[in-house]
């Protein structure tokens, strides 16, 4: 109202200006035979040049007003058309990833509570050719999920429905969350085979993108799924497992969301157990030597290498032994000690980067903060700044050095990992071998992505995570081969995004992208390296697009995926720009 307020007023104040004058009160001049001379033509320009001056004035002052007016909470993106109050519709829904890094808004946005629900919004989206993208919830680093036209999130059908204690299986609603899971199955002794590093992710979200855990025995997470509920646009409801269509099972497993909308699945599971995990440094020279024995041994193993130092951080974790129990190794450093190194060179950062002298320090209580937190706080100072990320890196060493040692805990409390904050991540997978014979390249892969990193003086964060796992049955999974004894590792690099600046992010994400791209020129053909589906970032350049197109289909069955999409979804209302991008097919048969 008060817009509208405002510019009626300046609407009326302009009517008076270009108004002209009034005449004079008539009078009765003398008698004159010569008529009077009219005024100069200059000065009605001037009248006219001034009256035209106050308009462009008034105008302007309207205008610079309007845009330093506050806008309210809902105005769209912050900015506005000029003289049109642009707020966001009530019905329209913003939904971004974890890491803010992808964000689309969409007034279809639907939550169903039942598979019955789930079924008619799908048959009515097809007959509708409306758009109903399967979301999960929104960890995927690249957004695979997310749809402008509509999506389908499952939040509300989150279930255990069954759990088959003889046989270790269990029977879930696709909305679930990993941490619902293991703490509604764990009263039955059963959990999940492996996990990823965190666990909000929904099921049917982490299986469909094959995500996965680490050990060179365990396969990824899709390959625990037995069978599998299916909503489809054309054929309805199907179900599917090893034994029930299996080439379409193997398919879907690991589908992208673009197959139908998994509602239920079956999934493998294994007996609770304890796990030591040990975490200790390392170095090159000292991981070539043990390397294959680590793989060999361990239950689970992954390496956090640190960039510009020789420093590599080995945890591993296995069953706890019945006879020898838990280890009696006390840590040589206490918490307090670990960090110490770390709140140092934050401060001594501050000084440097604000000016600000100990006694002026405006700072949080930064003893609260865990290690993650506080690397955060120090990246955010300087994040592309090669010397300072330096420093930083060589702090981590220390804090990992001097946070050696042993813990106990059940496998769904011990598994998992702070990632940290919001971050870019690109992580690809190759394979390595097989578990009686590593090839030792995922070593090689390493060497050379370290030597990149010193040469193009690139300023890389750590950790550099490697993780292996055994392969997949799934036709579209990163690890798939027929071979049960291959294994593959899997590489992701990084870069944080600890600030809210808009321009400093986007710097970031110019480096990050400059980052990827060299390894990408210079490692990814050499190891028939490809990208984990929730973190592939489709090019905008069309050569670069076509060169990524044809890339996948050497490695993946792009036709037959093409085909169950045909088949399954005619009209395309489940995929979104990703996955007409990276597997182009018409909109309709």
């Given at each position: ?132 993208r399967p979301v999960g919830s929104g960890l995927s680093p690249n957004g695979i999920g997310l749809m402008r036209g509509g999506m389908v999130n499952l ?435």
């Amino acid at each position: 109202m008060l817009r509208r307020a405002n510019n009626h007023n300046l609407r009326r104040s302009l009517h008076s200006l270009l108004k002209p004058p009034p005449s004079p009160t008539p009078f009765r001049r003398p008698f004159c035979s010569t008529p009077p001379t009219p005024p100069p033509s200059s000065a009605t320009d001037a009248e006219l040049r001034k009256y035209i001056g106050y308009t462009l004035l008034v105008l302007g002052c309207g205008v610079a007003t309007y845009y330093s007016f506050p806008f309210p909470e809902d105005a769209k993106h912050k900015k506005a058309h000029l003289f049109r109050y642009a707020p966001l519709p009530p019905d329209l829904h913003t939904v971004s990833n974890w890491s803010g890094t992808h964000e689309v808004q969409t007034r279809n946005f639907i939550q169903p509570e039942s598979i019955t629900e789930l079924e008619s919004v799908v048959k009515e989206c097809h007959e509708k050719k409306q758009k109903i993208r399967p979301v999960g919830s929104g960890l995927s680093p690249n957004g695979i999920g997310l749809m402008r036209g509509g999506m389908v999130n499952l939040a509300l059908m989150d279930k255990v429905l069954e759990v088959d204690e003889k046989n270790k299986r269990v029977r879930v609603q696709a909305g679930i969350r990993v941490q619902q899971l293991v703490d509604g199955i764990k009263e039955y002794g059963i959990t999940l085979q492996n996990f990823a590093s965190i666990r909000e992710q929904q099921i049917g979200g982490i299986i469909q993108v094959g995500a996965h855990g680490t050990g060179a025995k365990l396969p990824p997470i899709d390959e625990q799924v037995i069978s599998m509920k299916l909503v489809t646009p054309a054929k309805g409801t199907i179900e599917i497992s090893k034994d029930k269509d299996p080439e379409l099972f193997y398919l879907a497993r690991c589908g992208l969301g673009g197959l139908g909308v998994v509602a239920e699945v079956t999934l493998q599971c294994v007996e609770r157990q304890e796990l030591v995990e040990h975490t200790f440094v390392s170095n090159m020279k000292e991981i070539k030597k043990n390397h294959k024995k680590l793989l060999s041994e361990n239950k689970h193993v992954k390496y956090l290498y640190i960039p510009y130092t020789d420093t590599v951080v080995v945890v591993t974790c296995n069953p706890l032994s019945k006879w020898k129990g838990p280890p009696k190794h006390k840590p040589k450093y206490s918490e307090e000690e670990a960090m110490q190194h770390v709140r140092d060179l934050y401060l001594e950062s501050v000084r440097k980067y604000r000016k600000l002298n100990t006694s002026e320090e405006s700072e949080p209580d930064i003893s609260e903060l865990s290690y993650t937190e506080l690397r955060d706080k120090l990246l955010a100072l300087d994040p592309l700044n090669k010397e300072h990320i330096v420093k930083v890196n060589k702090a981590e060493a220390e804090f990992w050095r001097k946070s050696e040692g042993y813990r106990v805990g059940w496998s769904d409390e011990i598994l998992g990992f702070d990632c940290g904050g919001q971050q870019w991540v690109s992580e690809t997978c190759f394979p390595a071998g097989t578990l009686s014979k590593p090839s030792m390249k995922d070593l090689e892969y390493i060497e050379q992505l370290m030597q990149l990193i010193e040469k193009q003086n690139l300023p890389a964060p750590a950790p550099i995570e490697q993780r292996w796992t055994a392969s997949s049955k799934s036709l579209m999974s990163p690890a798939y081969s027929s071979s049960s004894d291959d294994i593959f590792s899997w590489v992701g690099i990084i870069m944080y995004l600890p600030t809210s600046d808009a321009r400093q992010r986007k710097e970031i994400t110019e480096e990050f992208f400059h980052y990827r791209q060299l390894t990408q020129k210079s490692l990814w053909d050499q190891y028939s390296a490809y990208e984990h589906w929730a973190k592939i970032e489709v090019p905008k350049d069309k050569d670069e697009l076509a060169a990524l197109q044809a890339r996948l289909r050497k490695r993946f069955p792009v036709d037959a995926y093409n085909e169950a999409r045909r088949e399954l979804d005619p009209n395309i209302i489940l995929s979104n720009n990703i996955l007409q991008k990276l597997f182009p097919i018409t909109e309709t048969v």
